[in-house]
């Protein structure tokens, strides 16, 4: 199995901040590739490096709450399902395996 770096290839789209990079597949034609850090590159708001950097979206609408009572039970799936579920897997893995 090919190695992330291998496949992937992290690029920094802001030369202000060096360490906030992009993921990119290796694989991409360079024309295609320099059209979409260039598209990046132009259009920086797209980006949240953190929450403080969401201006523009209420934080009731970004934020996650659950609504629980104190009674509340957490509820885990059958132990039968899991196996079913681990075996469906398995049988995915090795038929998209090569």
């Known amino acids: 199995m ?7 290839e992290k690029v920094i789209i802001n030369e202000k901040y060096p360490d906030q990079r992009v ?3 290796k694989h ?24 403080a ?3 523009r979206i ?19 799936i059958s132990e039968s399902y899991y196996c079913q579920y ?3 897997t398995a049988a995915q893995v090795e038929v998209s395996a090569p």
């Open 86 to 88: 681990k075996e469906v």
């Open 28 to 51: 991409l034609p360079p024309p295609e590739k320099n059209h979409l850090v260039q598209l990046l590159a132009n259009n920086p708001e797209v980006f949240a490096w953190t929450s």
């Open 58 to 76: 209420l934080r009731e609408l970004a934020e996650h709450n659950m609504v629980t009572t104190a009674d509340t039970r957490v509820k885990t």
């Open 53 to 55: 950097n969401i201006t």
């Open 2 to 8: 090919p190695e992330d770096n291998d496949i992937e």
């Open 23 to 25: 993921t990119l597949e």
